[in-house]
């Protein structure tokens, strides 16, 4: 929930983030956010009940530690599930008696017997180096205490290794992980690790075995509904040019190949060649369309699959079309205006360190910037979390630390003063946020894949036309460049007749408006698209487009039932337009084959993208010379498995996608003159990630001699570390734009 309101009702009192609950003279109790909810829910037991808590702030604190004790829950059972997926042993009592001889593989040579079963059999003695003293208590009698001195002495362990490794701090929050040490507590004391061999062969091997396995699911929901191959190229600082093809179903986004091409030009006719290699080995009648950006090379490797593959769809991507039409209304003089001074605010708070600390003293340690994948999606979320912290940035520079600062006599000092108490400036944001938002927010239904999105896409942007325009009072002037900019870009990329046959097909539009079938525009389409997957058969196209077409627009058969009829009502994450086909469809089989296949289609291509530092973590200098075939090896288990977390995670979780885990598409907020990130070196482990805290540009900006500080609080040369703000950025505009209205 948002700290919106929380801030109503409480205020903090130390750097610890512990709020004061202090509504009237006798409550004024310390405690943390959770005892402020509860203060603000009016749950008794822990803290007093706030008297003047709206009954809309009540069920908003009571959902959040609802939400939060059915999260708890769940990473128990989440974690209890792991554990049980683990069991090295073939029968519940088994214990063997081992030889010296394996021990000395691990730690050296041992005299004694050593037993291996349960973690019950774990000794005291957790340093290796004590292994030949250890006794032999079981764990379940450990006091409470040495318990936990053994846990903190474990992970002195482990986190000693990841230093030294340089291991990202993401890769302890993998499942994996911690399937690997319930495995190796299984085991017992002594457990050996693998030898490079074993890791680069042996095991290496059994994973792309079993990652094989794994894939076998999708390629059946490929053969029933269809799929989409996604290609994207990258070239890294190196410039080695690397391309990848992943596969996309209902299921999710699989990793088929990269392919390294320094050598050769990404031509159209390369990157045809490599496609074409994978709806061979995909099966040309599993694939109905092609994913990729828009440039110019992939457009034209679309002219040479139409001459060989006719029945193939080649489609841009959503997500990059979706940017660009954000950037181009961006451009626009009246918000470009606003994001420039935007802009200038947080470059110049990010600065100096006496600005950025005192910033973050307001805003309780939440930064203003937000990184996001794109340059516009740091946009919109800067604004928003600016938006959302408008009272605290006002309290800053009306502070008495402000007035006190060198930097408040300076010009940038009292331009950004101007800017934070000028209310024009924050109706401009509040007007940015009402207009972007509608098409954020399709950027997010089709970045997150959490549902196919090919059904939607298209009624989504017409629904996000109407309420930009209603943002803007119905002012024809004000929405006119904006209805051109997203035409212009929408054109031939998001209207073609896979995309309006989709639209047409998913009942949720068509039941809800049903002069949908009167536009000429849909109906072509259609009529296109039959004649494009049935080549010839003129028989059958008649017979999908005068029957079966008709039975459905006309709500006929089974489609006029009320089920039907409500089952489509409510566009929410539950709601699979594919599957209402499978159960309602029954009367026009040839229709509903259509249907399922394209209403399972994703429309956007960054499930290729989002890996791309598997890649480029094996191929670092220490790895480049690694076989081509264990390479191959390495990314395919690597991306695989990223892949199949994040689609376990995004049909689970309320993933915010527009947020980077890095600030390269943020530098502008930062640093002046849209100085861009450098690109950074990956750390040598294997899948690695920024690991510490992201880089900025070392370049320092001139000063105007007016504005020279003294040296220590020159403007910042060094690292800036993003601070989650802890709230829930997919809530559009918030309460803090509520007066902007």
């Known amino acids: ?22 509504y009237t003279p006798t409550v004024n109790m310390g405690g943390g956010i959770n005892r402020l909810k509860q203060h603000i829910a009016q749950i008794k037991g822990n803290v007093s009940s706030c008297p ?8 908003k604190c009571r959902d959040a530690l609802l939400d939060n004790r059915n999260k708890k829950k769940g990473k128990v059972d989440e974690n209890e599930s792991l554990r049980a997926q683990v069991n090295i042993r073939s029968s519940e009592n088994e214990t063997i008696t081992i030889d010296d001889d394996l021990m000395e593989d691990s730690f050296g040579s041992m005299k004694a017997k050593r037993y291996f079963g349960p973690m019950d059999r774990f000794p005291n003695t957790i340093n290796p180096q004590d292994v030949s003293n250890m006794g032999k208590s079981k764990q379940e009698n450990m006091s409470n205490a040495i318990r936990k001195e053994h846990m903190v002495r474990v992970k002195e362990y482990i986190c000693r290794w990841a230093y030294e490794c340089a291991i990202p701090f993401h890769a302890f929050e993998k499942d994996s992980f911690k399937i690997m040490l319930e495995a190796v507590g299984q085991f017992g004391r002594g457990a050996p690790p693998p030898t490079r061999y074993e890791m680069g062969e042996t095991y290496l091997k059994k994973e792309v075995e079993r990652t094989i396995n794994l894939l076998t699911p999708y390629k059946d929901e490929w053969k029933s509904n269809g799929c989409s191959i996604m290609t994207d190229a990258w070239s890294d600082r190196k410039r080695r040019s690397i391309m990848n093809l992943c596969v996309n179903s209902k299921m999710g986004t699989v990793f088929l190949s990269s392919k390294e091409s320094s050598d050769e030009a990404h031509t159209s006719e390369h990157i045809h060649e490599y496609v074409e290699s994978c709806i061979k080995e995909v099966g040309p009648e599993n694939v109905v369309q092609i994913v990729t950006d828009n440039a110019s090379n992939n457009m034209g490797a679309a002219k040479l699959l139409k001459e060989k593959r006719p029945t193939i769809f080649w489609t841009s991507c959503a997500t990059h079309t979706l940017n660009l039409m954000l950037e181009g209304i961006g451009g626009l003089p009246r918000y470009k205006k606003i994001l420039n001074h935007a802009k200038t605010l947080t470059v110049f708070i990010y600065a100096h360190h006496k600005t950025l600390a005192m910033m973050r003293h307001f805003t309780r340690k939440r930064d203003i910037v937000r990184p996001g994948v794109t340059r516009f999606a740091s946009a919109f979320l800067t604004l928003q979390s600016l938006a959302d912290k408008k009272a605290q940035l006002k309290q800053m520079f009306t502070s008495d630390e402000w007035e006190s600062c060198r930097l408040s006599n300076t010009v940038k000092g009292k331009a950004a003063y101007d800017t934070v108490v ?10 940015c946020l009402k207009v972007f938002a509608p098409l954020v927010k399709v950027l997010r ?15 989504e942007i017409q629904n996000a036309k109407q309420e930009i325009i209603n943002a803007l009072g119905n002012n024809k002037k004000a929405y006119e460049p904006i209805m051109d900019i997203i035409s212009k870009k929408m054109k031939g990329r998001l209207d073609t007749p896979l995309h309006l046959t989709a639209y047409l097909l998913n009942p949720y539009y068509l039941y809800k408006n049903p002069e949908i079938q009167n536009d000429i525009d849909v109906t072509d389409a259609i009529v296109d698209f039959v004649e494009t997957i049935y080549p010839g058969d003129h028989s059958l196209q008649n017979h999908i ?3 079966e077409l008709l039975v459905y627009m006309g709500k006929q058969e089974k489609f006029s039932r009320e089920i039907a009829i409500k089952g489509c009502e409510v566009n929410n994450d539950k709601f699979d337009p594919a599957n209402w086909w499978v159960a309602y469809g029954a009367s026009t089989p040839q229709l509903r084959k259509i249907a399922t296949r394209i209403l399972s289609l994703t429309t956007s291509s960054s499930g290729c993208e989002r890996n791309w530092s598997t890649f480029e973590g094996v191929h670092t200098k220490k790895r480049n010379r690694l076989e081509t075939s264990k390479l191959n090896n390495l990314v395919f288990v690597q991306f695989n498995a990223n892949l199949m977390e994040n689609n376990k995670k995004r049909k689970t979780k309320d993933i915010e996608v527009l947020l980077a885990k890095d600030a390269s598409e943020a530098q502008e907020w930062i640093v002046e003159n849209d100085v861009l990130l450098d690109e950074v070196e990956p750390d040598e482990a294997m899948g690695d990630e920024e690991f510490l805290q992201n880089r900025r540009s070392s370049r320092l900006r001139e000063l105007d001699e007016e504005e020279f500080v003294s040296e220590d609080e020159e403007e910042l040369n060094e690292d800036v570390e993003y601070e989650s703000d802890g709230v829930n950025i997919n809530e559009q505009i918030g309460a803090t734009l509520e007066e902007e209205d």
């Open 422 to 431: 000028n209310a024009t400036f924050w109706t401009g944001i509040a007007l």
């Open 545 to 547: 487009v005068m029957v």
């Open 1 to 22: 929930m948002s700290l919106v309101i929380l801030s109503r009702y409480g205020f903090q009192i130390s750097s610890s983030r512990t709020p004061t609950m202090s």
């Open 445 to 459: 239904m089709v970045d997150a894949d959490r549902k196919p999105s090919m059904g939607f896409v298209y009624g």
């Open 52 to 59: 003047k808590a709206t009954k809309n702030d009540q069920i």
